[in-house]
């Protein structure tokens, strides 16, 4: 048994109280081998500690979180990466709705905003509509997003401007359908990004690709959004 | 073994394999998938997310060497009864699938019944893909036909009100992830790969302990706002819903068929009456489990596809 000390940011809006850090122990006996398998085990001892969890394995992204100051994915992170005392706080510059939840609301409207579906107005075909081999390779590194907004809330200018920048995360969507052979809507995609806010808030931070848990890399993506935009231009 | 035999086959031989002593590691729980004969390009090209979970939780390469693996649940095979409109169906005045209409279900808690007994692969598809969009057409074409909604029955809330209320006066008991986890524990030597009928009947009088535990849980965590303890104490409630209906179901089949696969019921596949233990003649019936009074109801598998010739089953050989 190892005695694993962490300190979480509380905050629940029915005791009128302000937010505070709570230093909390736990004993684990290495069975617990990820962080959220410690997190159910805190919750087991006081179930008022709140998180949102679902698959416990990568996929559903429910589970993003603050941990020791970088965002990520209780799911996938290793108990034995992390320092004592283990800081968990709810994912930056996103309204707290409690604990380590917060209101998603603002995340999502900017990734419905790209129109995250393939448009395609020919009549489908009888089967499938077809991809060749590279064509499908293009889609690599854009498709496995699992949409858990560590990118997004890692990066400052969506702090800055989450209700006009469109983020990391959404405009790593954005080029996943531009990228999509199958996709006729790639004009007016460009269009809807062509703005000073919703695009070009992008400073090349880098924030998003190093807190990816998927091994993403959305500042690339944005990269040859912006140089699409160049070359159409000219 | 082959490299598409179906999954409860495969994860027999699985179970077997770690039953009979023959499996890895130090307490011999499990055995290893060798995959490194594909090669590291076809794993990282055809398997990324196969790759990423054995990095991820095993802390192995699995272009390099063997993972570790044991069979587990993976997907319901059965469901709330549907059409393939999505409307939920159940039998009344004689009919086995008169219509409840507004009632849709669709993807894995529903039961379409394309899957049959077993759980092939992409079937989940099937069910989301397919008849998640029949069920939204559906569903936009009856809107649009609407007058208004009939009135609700008076007391319509009180069922729920009361699981609420329960929750809520709760002053001692166990915590819901506790009978949780005796579920899972129940349900995985109960309900396993491998039956028998003893061991299923014994499962019926778990499950429903169980089930009286879970009226007991005592929810430690009364706040209103985004309150998860609550959802998980009530998730365990459900939980035992569906663990009745595949306890109860399973125990109740006397026979062989797809993943359920009971000892005392197994025949040589040159059967006359039960080929490999299936016996069309009496059990080619979907179950159905009501909730109330913990009942069962047969109703006849529909062979006549709408647009296709229809295929006769056959004695299953691969």
Request: hydrophobic share 20%; with cysteine; glycine share 10%.
């Given at each position: 048994m190892t005695e694993r000390v962490f300190q979480i940011y509380r905050y629940d809006l029915d005791t009128g109280e302000k937010p505070r850090m709570q230093t909390l122990s736990v004993s684990l006996d290495g069975s617990e081998r990820m962080l959220l398998d410690a997190l159910m085990k805190l919750k087991a001892v006081d179930p008022t500690l709140s998180f949102r969890r679902s698959?416990?394995?990568?996929?559903?992204?429910?589970?993003a979180m603050n941990i020791n100051g970088k965002n990520g994915l209780a799911c996938l992170?290793?108990?034995?990466?992390l320092k004592d005392p283990i800081v968990l706080k709810p994912l930056p510059g996103l309204p707290v709705v409690r604990d380590l939840i917060v209101d998603m609301t603002d995340f999502f409207k900017q990734y419905h905003s790209i129109k995250p579906y393939l448009v395609n107005d020919e009549i489908p075909p009888e089967k499938e509509r077809l991809q060749s081999p590279e064509e499908r390779d293009e889609l690599n590194g854009l498709y496995e997003c699992i949409l858990c907004a560590s990118c997004s809330t890692a990066c400052p200018s969506f702090w800055w401007s989450p209700d006009r920048f469109v983020g990391p995360a959404g405009l790593l969507q954005a080029y996943r359908f531009i990228a999509?052979?199958?996709?006729?809507d790639t004009g007016a995609r460009l269009d809807n990004l062509e703005d000073p806010y919703r695009l070009f808030r992008c400073h090349t931070i880098m924030n998003c690709v190093d807190v990816c848990p998927k091994g993403l890399n959305p500042a690339g993506a944005i990269g040859k959004i912006k140089e699409l935009m160049v070359r159409r231009a000219v | 073994m082959k490299d598409l035999a179906p999954r409860d086959f495969v994860s027999r031989c699985m179970d077997q394999e770690i039953k009979e002593g023959r499996g890895c590691g130090p307490d011999k729980e499990y055995i290893v998938l060798d995959m490194?004969?594909?090669g590291a390009d076809t794993i990282m090209k055809r398997l990324p997310s196969v790759f990423e979970i054995g990095h991820n939780f095993a802390n192995v390469d699995i272009t390099k060497e063997p993972i570790p693996v044991v069979p587990t649940i993976h997907y319901q095979m059965g469901g709330v009864p549907t059409n393939v409109h999505g409307q939920v169906v159940a039998p009344k005045d004689g009919n086995p699938t008169a219509i409840l209409h507004g009632l849709y279900a669709v993807g894995e808690c529903s039961c379409v019944s394309v899957h049959g007994a077993n759980r092939l692969g992409t079937n989940s598809l099937l069910d989301l893909l397919v008849f998640g969009r029949a069920a939204g057409h559906h569903i936009v074409k009856a809107a649009q036909g609407f007058g208004s909604h009939k009135a609700l029955p008076p007391g319509a809330a009180e069922f729920t009100q009361a699981r609420l209320a329960r929750l809520q006066g709760s002053t001692s008991g166990e915590y819901a992830q506790d009978v949780a986890n005796d579920l899972r524990k129940a349900m995985q030597a109960h309900a396993g790969v491998f039956r028998t009928q003893a061991l299923m009947d014994e499962g019926v009088g778990k499950v429903k302990q169980l089930a009286e535990r879970a009226k007991a849980i005592h929810l430690g965590d009364k706040s209103n706002v985004f309150n998860t303890a609550r959802i998980e104490a009530l998730e365990v409630d459900n939980l035992m819903e569906s663990a009745l209906a595949t306890m109860v179901s399973a125990a109740a089949r006397h026979e062989c068929r797809g993943a359920h696969t009971v000892s005392d019921y197994e025949r040589p596949?040159?059967?006359?009456?039960?080929?490999?233990?299936?016996?069309d003649a009496e059990w080619m019936r979907h179950t159905l489990w009501y909730s109330e009074g913990n009942r069962l109801d047969y109703k006849p598998v529909n062979l006549k596809p709408l647009s296709v010739e229809s295929i006769p089953p056959k004695v299953r050989t691969f």
């Open positions: 698959c416990r394995e990568g996929v559903c992204g429910s589970d992170t290793n108990m034995r990466t999509d052979s199958r996709d006729q | 490194t004969h594909l596949i040159d059967d006359a009456a039960a080929p490999n233990g299936r016996n």
